[in-house]
């Protein structure tokens, strides 16, 4: 068989796995998983919510709408934009990934524009889907060459992956406008920052009068359900969503219903919303302690926090990847997430913030005293 062949490798998070699980086995000693993307503090207690699901429903066991079942839409308009979009502006897909995957596919622009040090897989989506890729570095950088920018589109992640950093809402806000007026469409992907906020977030609420805009959302790190693969787009453009149905439609055939209704019930149901409460509180809770010691220990690499603040679930430590390994923390080297920087880049690493408090400041007490 002949391949059409995409030249892109599987992620480095999945190798680094690999390769702890087998230092783990040979040396019988711990190590220290903080290469992961995922929330580790907790498992989100899901026992009580499934008593409430009736898995031989109609619902369950037929196939749902292309865009996603109304009930969970009309949760997330609930949930994310205070009840003032409209169902129709929202699609549900299997997780955050088909959703960037297909946004990218769907907005005709010249070329889509990633910060410097980006999550990968965007990129590599570019790539399979011969998109053409260019960089900024910066807010600031972005502000200059706004001109530049015209019939392009921008990818603003906040916080964002790798530097699990934040920026002011307001300036935010300003950024993804001026682009907007620029004529400029941002895919503003935020998969981690209900991790950090509930209902009373009204940002996404706010960004409903911009209309050069896809909101791109997902359930895996907010509920930590990144098994489950569901997570939403919203824009307020009718031909994008229309393609998007499309996409769905005849891509996937629509997206597991277990999930959906999974998910509603967790954003609706008193025994779900208490779920997800204990979830984010126990989590959010060690993630700052984490994020504190850090700071205080000097570990962490201000010069990338600059405009921006750590709030996790990850940050950079300037320690290499190797020298974190060697005192069995897995970590994922920050050149596996930059095109044009990777020898500086080289000397620090991705952490995973998201684990117990305790276990993370042992291991990097143990690295100090040696
Ligand atoms: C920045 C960013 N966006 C989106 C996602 C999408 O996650 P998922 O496909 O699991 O929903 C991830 C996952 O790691 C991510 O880091």
Same mark, same amino acid.
């Given at each position: 068989?002949?391949?059409?062949?995409?030249?892109?490798?599987?992620?480095?998070?999945?190798?680094?796995?690999?390769?702890?699980? #087998?230092?783990?086995?040979?040396?019988? #000693?711990?190590?220290?998983?903080?290469?992961?993307?995922?929330?580790?503090?907790?498992?989100?207690?899901?026992?009580?919510?499934?008593?409430? =699901?009736? !898995?031989?429903?109609?619902?369950?066991?037929?196939?749902?709408? /292309?865009?996603?079942?109304?009930?969970?839409?009309?949760?997330?308009?609930?949930?994310?934009? $205070?009840?003032? &979009?409209?169902?129709?502006?929202?699609?549900?897909?299997?997780?955050?990934?088909?959703?960037?995957?297909?946004?990218?596919?769907?907005?005709?622009?010249?070329?889509?524009?990633?910060?410097?040090?980006?999550?990968?897989?965007?990129?590599?989506?570019?790539?399979?889907?011969?998109?053409?890729?260019?960089?900024?570095?910066?807010?600031?950088?972005?502000?200059?060459? &706004?001109?530049?920018?015209?019939?392009?589109?921008?990818?603003?992640?906040?916080?964002?992956?790798?530097? $699990? +950093?934040?920026?002011?809402?307001?300036?935010?806000?300003?950024?993804?406008?001026? *682009?907007?007026?620029?004529?400029?469409?941002? !895919?503003?992907?935020?998969?981690?920052?209900?991790?950090?906020?509930?209902?009373?977030?009204? !940002?996404?609420?706010?960004?409903?009068?911009?209309?050069?805009?896809?909101?791109?959302?997902? @359930?895996?790190?907010? *509920?930590?359900?990144? $098994?489950?693969?569901?997570?939403?787009?919203?824009?307020?453009?009718?031909?994008?969503?229309?393609?998007?149905?499309?996409?769905?439609?005849?891509?996937?055939?629509?997206?597991?219903?277990?999930?959906?209704?999974?998910?509603?019930?967790?954003?609706?149901?008193?025994?779900?919303?208490?779920?997800?409460?204990?979830?984010?509180?126990?989590?959010?809770?060690?993630?700052?302690?984490?994020?504190?010691?850090?700071?205080?220990?000097?570990?962490?690499?201000?010069?990338?926090?600059?405009?921006?603040?750590?709030?996790? =679930?990850?940050?950079?430590? +300037?320690?290499?990847?190797?020298?974190?390994?060697?005192?069995?923390?897995?970590?994922?080297?920050?050149?596996?997430?930059?095109?044009?920087?990777?020898?500086?880049?080289?000397?620090?690493?991705?952490?995973?913030? /998201?684990?117990?408090?305790?276990?993370?400041?042992? @291991? @990097?007490?143990?690295?100090?005293?040696?």
């Amino acid at each position: 068989m002949k391949i059409k062949k995409t030249g892109v490798a599987l992620p480095a998070i999945h190798e680094m796995g690999r390769k702890i699980q #087998q230092l783990s086995a040979e040396t019988g #000693q711990e190590y220290l998983f903080l290469q992961r993307g995922i929330n580790s503090v907790v498992n989100i207690d899901l026992s009580e919510v499934v008593k409430d =699901i009736n !898995f031989n429903s109609k619902e369950i066991q037929t196939y749902p709408p /292309s865009q996603g079942r109304a009930e969970l839409r009309d949760a997330i308009n609930n949930e994310y934009f $205070g009840g003032k &979009t409209d169902i129709s502006c929202i699609s549900i897909c299997g997780g955050g990934m088909p959703g960037i995957d297909n946004a990218f596919q769907i907005a005709d622009v010249r070329k889509i524009y990633l910060p410097v040090y980006h999550w990968g897989n965007y990129h590599n989506a570019m790539k399979i889907r011969n998109i053409e890729y260019d960089e900024y570095d910066s807010f600031d950088n972005l502000k200059k060459i &706004t001109p530049e920018l015209k019939d392009c589109a921008v990818l603003l992640g906040d916080p964002g992956n790798p530097f $699990g +950093n934040k920026y002011a809402d307001d300036e935010i806000f300003a950024m993804i406008k001026k *682009l907007n007026d620029n004529g400029t469409v941002v !895919f503003y992907d935020s998969p981690y920052r209900r991790v950090f906020y509930d209902k009373n977030d009204d !940002f996404y609420t706010r960004l409903l009068d911009i209309d050069n805009l896809v909101i791109l959302d997902s @359930f895996s790190k907010s *509920l930590g359900l990144s $098994g489950a693969r569901l997570g939403f787009v919203h824009s307020k453009n009718a031909e994008f969503n229309h393609e998007m149905a499309v996409r769905l439609a005849f891509a996937t055939n629509g997206t597991n219903a277990f999930a959906q209704i999974l998910v509603e019930k967790l954003l609706t149901t008193e025994i779900g919303k208490k779920a997800v409460t204990d979830f984010k509180t126990a989590t959010v809770s060690e993630i700052t302690k984490n994020i504190k010691y850090l700071n205080e220990s000097g570990f962490i690499a201000n010069e990338f926090y600059s405009e921006s603040v750590p709030v996790g =679930i990850f940050a950079i430590v +300037n320690i290499s990847e190797d020298e974190l390994l060697a005192n069995r923390i897995g970590s994922v080297s920050l050149s596996k997430f930059t095109l044009s920087r990777k020898q500086e880049a080289a000397k620090y690493s991705r952490v995973c913030v /998201s684990v117990n408090h305790k276990k993370f400041v042992d @291991f @990097f007490e143990n690295m100090k005293a040696k």
